[in-house]
């Protein structure tokens, strides 16, 4: 079976679930094309298991200084690029589409009449998950933004809806190191990250953020974007500071480690992820880059790991015997049996919390 998967490039988590599934449905015979949009092919990093893909402008959002900069963003749409794009895709040749909230690919297979498996963790918003108050247009925008025949959608947890858990390479919890601790916010502005840890000498920052070489800044040191530095450096940390991505927080669940988030401003994934985290008692949130939180957060301990099952296993399993195995049953069997170490509290609202520290 030939297969178009197509990946939202924006955030990292979306080419991280692509890292683990395309390799297990290649070695079930599935010849896998990649296109990729909404980032410039430059800023892409560690790439080889996607070969020669192909990359396409898309859509995408501006962000700068921790919040979306709407004007920006309006200003670097190009509509009648992406309508040529869906237009220009010849899809005569493949079996399925794979859409990871790709928009091109997506349009172009229900344009084509091509069955599309969308399969991301946006597809969860659709279910009656956490999700922050407000953001009408977005809520609606996300419904519609990458459509498919069947969809599948993932999470830190089933919140009693017919979603996955994450997708994510299988994570091993291994013993870390107190003071150290991995800064990943790649929305914010790098000197401000510097001041927001300048005061904490007694701690080891490990800081990955858009630079050509490595620095040094005593206690603090910036390393370029790699993803086999980061896993080496994550699996040593006590504990994470990052924005709110949802990739890169299930892998912290996963290992056990403490997370320090502050979702970016005004985009209603990240505002929402960090609801579902403060609702599982999962993750301290800070509105801004507060010396204050960071320091009561720096004194927690580490949390209990999430052994969360092998879902691109699993699910690429269901995928190719998808038309004798229910989904729901699927759904079923990959959370049956599975521990969950916290409590969702469900009545925790629909209000972001800033300051509450886990």
């Known amino acids: 079976m030939r297969v178009l998967y197509g990946i939202q490039g924006t955030g990292n988590g979306h080419l991280t679930r692509a890292r683990a599934i395309g390799p297990r449905l290649e070695a079930k015979g599935y010849k896998i094309d990649y296109l ?5 092919r430059q800023k892409y990093f560690d790439m080889e298991p996607f070969g020669e893909f192909d990359c396409r402008r898309g859509f995408s959002f501006f962000a700068e200084n921790g919040r979306i900069q709407s004007v920006k963003t309006c200003k670097g749409l190009r509509p009648f690029q992406f309508l040529e794009d869906i237009r220009n895709i010849n899809l005569a040749s493949y079996d399925l589409v794979i859409s990871d909230f790709e928009p091109i690919t997506a349009w172009a297979a229900k344009r084509q009449k091509i069955p599309c498996l969308s399969m991301s963790h946006q597809v969860a918003f659709d279910y009656e998950v956490p999700k922050v108050s407000g ?4 809520k609606a925008l996300m419904r519609h933004f990458a459509p498919g025949t069947s969809k599948i959608g993932f999470h830190y947890f089933h919140f009693n809806q017919i979603i996955l858990p994450p997708l994510i390479a299988p994570q091993i919890a291994s013993p870390s190191r107190h003071q150290k601790i991995v800064v990943y916010m790649g929305f914010e502005s790098l000197r401000e990250i510097l001041s927001l840890l300048e005061p904490f000498r007694d701690y080891e920052f490990q800081v990955f953020a858009h630079v050509s070489e490595p620095s040094v800044y005593d206690h603090v040191t910036i390393n370029p ?6 896993q080496r450096e994550l699996k040593e940390a006590a504990g994470v500071i990052s924005n709110a991505g949802f990739g ?6 996963a290992l056990g480690k403490k997370l320090l988030v502050k979702p970016l401003e005004r985009q209603f994934e990240q505002l929402s992820n960090a609801l579902a985290l403060q609702s599982l008692g999962r993750a301290t949130t ?4 507060d010396r204050n939180v960071l320091d009561q957060w720096l004194e927690l301990d580490e949390h209990a790991p999430i052994a969360y099952p092998d879902v691109a296993a699993l699910l690429c399993d269901w995928i190719t015997e998808a038309e004798s195995r229910d989904y729901e049953e699927f759904v079923d069997s990959v959370w049956r049996g599975f521990e969950f ?4 509290d469900a009545g925790f609202g629909s209000r972001l919390i800033p300051d509450l520290v886990f």
């Open 225 to 230: 974007v790699s993803l086999q530095r980061f």
């Open 341 to 344: 170490p916290f409590e969702f």
């Open 36 to 40: 990729l949009s909404g980032r410039e």
């Open 286 to 289: 800070m509105a801004t880059l």
């Open 248 to 253: 890169l927080s299930s892998e912290c669940l």
């Open 135 to 138: 953001y009408y247009a977005s």
